[in-house]
Protein backbone atom coordinates (compact mmCIF):
# COMPACT_ATOMS: atom_id res chain seq x y z
CA UNK A 1 0.00 0.00 0.00
CA UNK A 2 1.40 3.25 -1.15
CA UNK A 3 2.10 5.81 2.20
CA UNK A 4 0.43 8.68 1.67
CA UNK A 5 1.87 10.77 4.92
CA UNK A 6 3.74 13.50 4.11
CA UNK A 7 4.81 16.65 6.39
CA UNK A 8 5.34 19.92 4.92
CA UNK A 9 8.60 21.71 6.06
CA UNK A 10 9.54 24.65 5.74
CA UNK A 11 13.00 26.66 5.62
CA UNK A 12 13.42 29.73 8.31
CA UNK A 13 14.28 32.39 5.39
CA UNK A 14 10.47 30.85 4.36
CA UNK A 15 8.87 31.13 7.59
CA UNK A 16 10.43 34.44 8.16
CA UNK A 17 9.01 36.23 5.28
CA UNK A 18 5.89 34.48 5.74
CA UNK A 19 5.80 35.79 9.31
CA UNK A 20 6.92 39.09 8.20
CA UNK A 21 4.11 39.12 5.46
CA UNK A 22 1.40 38.02 8.17
CA UNK A 23 2.49 40.98 10.51
CA UNK A 24 2.51 43.45 7.99
CA UNK A 25 -0.88 42.26 6.79
CA UNK A 26 -2.08 42.07 10.43
CA UNK A 27 -0.42 45.60 11.12
CA UNK A 28 -2.15 47.17 7.79
CA UNK A 29 -5.80 45.47 8.52
CA UNK A 30 -5.39 47.07 12.01
CA UNK A 31 -4.83 50.74 10.55
CA UNK A 32 -8.09 49.88 8.48
CA UNK A 33 -10.30 48.77 11.31
CA UNK A 34 -9.27 51.85 13.54
CA UNK A 35 -9.68 53.81 10.66
CA UNK A 36 -13.06 52.44 9.58
CA UNK A 37 -14.34 52.85 13.62
CA UNK A 38 -12.89 56.40 13.75
CA UNK A 39 -15.46 57.11 10.08
CA UNK A 40 -17.93 55.26 12.14
CA UNK A 41 -17.92 57.16 15.57
CA UNK A 42 -18.20 60.46 14.10
CA UNK A 43 -17.66 64.10 15.44
CA UNK A 44 -16.59 67.71 14.65
CA UNK A 45 -12.81 66.28 14.30
CA UNK A 46 -13.00 62.76 13.05
CA UNK A 47 -11.75 62.94 9.55
CA UNK A 48 -8.72 65.12 11.06
CA UNK A 49 -8.42 62.01 14.11
CA UNK A 50 -8.67 59.86 11.06
CA UNK A 51 -6.05 61.27 8.67
CA UNK A 52 -3.61 61.95 11.97
CA UNK A 53 -3.67 57.90 12.77
CA UNK A 54 -2.95 56.70 9.37
CA UNK A 55 -0.18 59.52 8.78
CA UNK A 56 1.08 58.05 12.69
CA UNK A 57 0.73 54.13 11.85
CA UNK A 58 2.49 54.87 8.33
CA UNK A 59 5.49 56.43 9.73
CA UNK A 60 5.88 54.07 12.58
CA UNK A 61 5.70 51.18 9.98
CA UNK A 62 8.23 52.90 8.01
CA UNK A 63 10.56 53.30 10.87
CA UNK A 64 10.22 49.79 12.19
CA UNK A 65 10.61 47.32 9.71
CA UNK A 66 13.58 48.41 8.02
CA UNK A 67 15.43 48.26 11.72
CA UNK A 68 18.07 45.81 12.24
CA UNK A 69 16.59 45.51 15.77
CA UNK A 70 13.33 44.70 15.07
CA UNK A 71 14.59 42.23 12.29
CA UNK A 72 17.01 40.48 14.88
CA UNK A 73 14.40 40.50 17.53
CA UNK A 74 12.10 38.51 14.92
CA UNK A 75 14.70 36.08 14.39
CA UNK A 76 14.70 35.52 18.30
CA UNK A 77 11.28 34.97 18.36
CA UNK A 78 10.86 32.72 15.44
CA UNK A 79 13.50 30.22 16.35
CA UNK A 80 12.24 30.16 20.05
CA UNK A 81 8.69 29.64 19.11
CA UNK A 82 8.38 27.70 15.74
CA UNK A 83 11.13 25.37 15.11
CA UNK A 84 12.86 22.53 17.70
CA UNK A 85 16.34 24.16 17.21
CA UNK A 86 17.44 27.72 17.28
CA UNK A 87 20.13 26.87 14.24
CA UNK A 88 19.78 25.63 10.69
CA UNK A 89 22.82 23.44 11.20
CA UNK A 90 22.95 23.15 7.26
CA UNK A 91 22.67 26.59 6.17
CA UNK A 92 24.86 28.10 9.37
CA UNK A 93 27.94 25.71 8.07
CA UNK A 94 27.30 26.47 4.59
CA UNK A 95 27.46 30.33 5.14
CA UNK A 96 30.20 29.80 7.64
CA UNK A 97 32.50 28.22 4.96
CA UNK A 98 31.36 30.59 2.67
CA UNK A 99 32.40 33.66 4.62
CA UNK A 100 36.07 32.28 5.16
CA UNK A 101 36.80 30.37 1.95
CA UNK A 102 35.98 33.44 -0.09
CA UNK A 103 38.93 34.94 -1.51
CA UNK A 104 39.91 37.80 -3.41
CA UNK A 105 40.99 41.46 -4.78
CA UNK A 106 37.54 42.62 -3.10
CA UNK A 107 37.35 40.22 0.09
CA UNK A 108 38.58 40.85 3.40
CA UNK A 109 41.76 39.61 5.09
CA UNK A 110 41.45 36.14 6.52
CA UNK A 111 41.80 37.08 9.75
CA UNK A 112 38.73 39.38 9.03
CA UNK A 113 36.82 36.65 7.23
CA UNK A 114 37.36 34.52 10.36
CA UNK A 115 35.60 36.78 12.84
CA UNK A 116 32.87 38.07 10.57
CA UNK A 117 32.19 33.98 10.30
CA UNK A 118 31.85 33.41 13.91
CA UNK A 119 30.23 36.95 15.06
CA UNK A 120 27.22 36.19 11.77
CA UNK A 121 26.26 33.19 14.13
CA UNK A 122 24.78 34.63 17.08
CA UNK A 123 23.99 37.91 14.97
CA UNK A 124 26.96 39.83 16.59
CA UNK A 125 28.24 43.08 15.03
CA UNK A 126 31.63 43.22 15.56
CA UNK A 127 34.90 41.34 17.26
CA UNK A 128 38.12 41.24 17.51
CA UNK A 129 40.91 38.27 17.38
CA UNK A 130 43.79 37.94 19.74
CA UNK A 131 46.39 35.42 18.83
CA UNK A 132 49.72 34.25 20.54
CA UNK A 133 53.05 35.43 19.70
CA UNK A 134 56.50 33.87 19.84
CA UNK A 135 56.72 34.21 23.82
CA UNK A 136 53.52 32.78 24.55
CA UNK A 137 51.40 36.45 24.77
CA UNK A 138 48.11 37.39 23.40
CA UNK A 139 48.38 40.01 20.96
CA UNK A 140 45.54 41.64 18.46
CA UNK A 141 45.83 40.00 15.06
CA UNK A 142 42.38 41.63 13.61
CA UNK A 143 39.71 44.25 14.52
CA UNK A 144 35.85 43.71 12.34
CA UNK A 145 33.85 46.19 13.01
CA UNK A 146 35.40 47.07 16.20
CA UNK A 147 37.52 49.70 16.71
CA UNK A 148 36.65 51.46 20.06
CA UNK A 149 37.63 48.35 22.12
CA UNK A 150 41.29 49.27 23.50
CA UNK A 151 43.42 46.28 23.43
CA UNK A 152 46.93 46.69 25.36
CA UNK A 153 50.10 45.55 24.33
CA UNK A 154 50.08 42.72 26.89
CA UNK A 155 46.52 41.13 26.20
CA UNK A 156 46.35 38.27 28.71
CA UNK A 157 47.62 37.34 32.21
CA UNK A 158 49.63 34.62 32.96
CA UNK A 159 47.04 32.35 33.85
CA UNK A 160 44.73 32.93 30.75
CA UNK A 161 46.33 30.69 27.92
CA UNK A 162 46.57 27.89 30.23
CA UNK A 163 42.97 28.13 31.31
CA UNK A 164 41.58 28.38 27.72
CA UNK A 165 43.67 25.29 26.96
CA UNK A 166 42.75 23.27 29.49
CA UNK A 167 38.83 23.82 29.87
CA UNK A 168 37.94 25.58 26.29
CA UNK A 169 35.46 27.44 28.70
CA UNK A 170 33.39 29.98 26.60
CA UNK A 171 33.51 32.88 28.62
CA UNK A 172 30.08 35.05 28.94
CA UNK A 173 31.19 38.17 30.44
CA UNK A 174 27.88 39.20 31.89
CA UNK A 175 27.47 36.07 33.85
CA UNK A 176 30.99 36.70 34.87
CA UNK A 177 30.64 40.16 35.60
CA UNK A 178 27.69 39.13 37.76
CA UNK A 179 29.84 36.53 39.96
CA UNK A 180 27.48 33.69 38.47
CA UNK A 181 29.87 32.17 36.51
CA UNK A 182 31.40 28.64 38.77
CA UNK A 183 33.50 27.11 35.74
CA UNK A 184 35.85 30.18 35.09
CA UNK A 185 38.52 31.31 36.28
CA UNK A 186 38.30 35.07 37.44
CA UNK A 187 42.33 35.66 37.44
CA UNK A 188 43.02 34.39 33.82
CA UNK A 189 40.12 37.00 32.32
CA UNK A 190 41.84 40.39 31.71
CA UNK A 191 40.36 42.98 33.31
CA UNK A 192 40.07 45.03 29.94
CA UNK A 193 37.43 42.49 28.54
CA UNK A 194 35.45 42.78 31.21
CA UNK A 195 35.91 46.39 31.85
CA UNK A 196 34.05 46.75 28.32
CA UNK A 197 30.49 47.00 28.31
CA UNK A 198 30.45 45.91 24.78
CA UNK A 199 32.29 42.72 25.42
CA UNK A 200 29.67 40.00 25.17
CA UNK A 201 31.75 36.68 24.93
CA UNK A 202 34.80 35.35 24.61
CA UNK A 203 35.36 32.12 22.34
CA UNK A 204 38.83 30.03 22.61
CA UNK A 205 40.23 28.50 19.86
CA UNK A 206 41.93 25.52 20.55
CA UNK A 207 43.64 23.01 18.19
CA UNK A 208 45.33 19.76 19.61
CA UNK A 209 45.41 21.20 23.31
CA UNK A 210 47.04 24.40 21.63
CA UNK A 211 45.36 28.00 21.78
CA UNK A 212 45.41 28.76 18.19
CA UNK A 213 43.35 31.94 19.28
CA UNK A 214 40.66 33.71 21.21
CA UNK A 215 37.92 35.71 20.02
CA UNK A 216 35.96 38.13 21.36
CA UNK A 217 32.40 39.07 20.52
CA UNK A 218 30.71 42.09 20.31
CA UNK A 219 26.72 42.56 22.28
CA UNK A 220 24.49 41.84 19.71
CA UNK A 221 21.08 43.79 18.74
CA UNK A 222 19.05 41.99 20.57
CA UNK A 223 21.01 41.24 23.96
CA UNK A 224 20.42 37.67 24.81
CA UNK A 225 22.04 34.75 27.14
CA UNK A 226 23.43 31.83 25.79
CA UNK A 227 21.68 28.46 25.79
CA UNK A 228 23.21 25.25 25.15
CA UNK A 229 22.85 25.31 21.06
CA UNK A 230 24.65 28.40 21.30
CA UNK A 231 27.69 27.20 23.41
CA UNK A 232 27.72 23.63 20.95
CA UNK A 233 27.77 25.87 18.01
CA UNK A 234 30.31 27.74 18.76
CA UNK A 235 32.58 25.02 20.36
CA UNK A 236 32.26 23.45 16.83
CA UNK A 237 33.13 26.33 14.35
CA UNK A 238 35.85 27.55 17.18
CA UNK A 239 37.88 23.88 16.68
CA UNK A 240 37.61 24.74 12.58
CA UNK A 241 38.70 28.07 13.08
CA UNK A 242 41.74 27.00 15.23
CA UNK A 243 42.97 24.63 12.41
CA UNK A 244 42.53 27.17 10.02
CA UNK A 245 44.78 29.71 11.92
CA UNK A 246 46.90 26.51 12.92
CA UNK A 247 47.26 25.26 9.10
CA UNK A 248 47.64 29.28 7.88
CA UNK A 249 50.27 29.58 10.75
CA UNK A 250 52.18 26.83 9.43
CA UNK A 251 51.61 27.93 5.88
CA UNK A 252 53.64 30.97 7.22
CA UNK A 253 56.44 29.76 9.16
CA UNK A 254 57.20 27.23 5.69
CA UNK A 255 57.13 30.25 3.66
CA UNK A 256 59.78 32.08 5.84
CA UNK A 257 61.37 28.93 5.97
CA UNK A 258 61.99 29.03 2.32
CA UNK A 259 62.59 32.40 2.20
CA UNK A 260 65.63 32.47 4.14
CA UNK A 261 66.80 29.38 2.53
CA UNK A 262 66.91 31.14 -0.69
CA UNK A 263 68.50 34.34 1.24
CA UNK A 264 71.09 31.66 2.10
CA UNK A 265 71.86 30.65 -1.27
CA UNK A 266 72.05 34.17 -2.88
CA UNK A 267 74.57 35.25 -0.09
CA UNK A 268 76.40 32.05 -0.86
CA UNK A 269 76.64 32.94 -4.14
CA UNK A 270 77.75 36.52 -3.72
CA UNK A 271 80.08 35.02 -1.35
CA UNK A 272 81.55 32.74 -3.86
CA UNK A 273 81.74 35.69 -6.34
CA UNK A 274 83.26 37.88 -3.61
CA UNK A 275 85.98 35.08 -3.03
CA UNK A 276 87.05 35.14 -6.99
CA UNK A 277 86.76 38.53 -7.55
CA UNK A 278 89.48 38.76 -4.71
CA UNK A 279 91.45 35.65 -5.94
CA UNK A 280 91.56 37.80 -9.52
CA UNK A 281 92.45 41.29 -7.73
CA UNK A 282 95.58 39.21 -6.18
CA UNK A 283 96.50 37.73 -9.54
CA UNK A 284 96.32 41.34 -10.82
CA UNK A 285 98.30 42.88 -8.04
CA UNK A 286 100.92 40.17 -8.40
CA UNK A 287 101.35 40.43 -12.31
CA UNK A 288 103.47 43.44 -12.59
CA UNK A 289 106.11 42.64 -10.27
CA UNK A 290 106.91 39.01 -12.32
CA UNK A 291 106.73 41.33 -15.13
CA UNK A 292 109.76 43.51 -13.93
CA UNK A 293 111.65 40.13 -12.36
CA UNK A 294 111.75 38.53 -16.34
CA UNK A 295 113.67 41.02 -17.94
CA UNK A 296 116.34 41.30 -15.02
CA UNK A 297 116.28 37.39 -15.51
CA UNK A 298 117.53 37.71 -19.52
CA UNK A 299 120.34 40.59 -19.04
CA UNK A 300 121.83 37.71 -16.85
Given at each position: MRNTEWNLKLSRSVAFRSLSLVAIGSYLLMMVVIATALQIIGGDYARLAQISFLFG????????????????WLKVKLAKNFFQHRYDYRSEWIRFTDTIGRPGVDSAPFHQRVIKAIADITESPAGILLV???????????????SSIEVPARACTTRTIP???????????DTLRAGKDDKCDAAAIP????????????????????LAGLMLLARPRI????DWEDLDMLRV?????????????SQESLSEAQRFDEFNRR??????????????????????????????????
Open positions: ATIGALLLLPSGRFRAPDESGQLVLQSRWNWFLESTSHIVEFEWMTKDDQAWVAVPLVHFDRDRKLVGRQVASYLAESRMAFIMHDIKIWSASSACWRATPSAMLTIPSFRRI
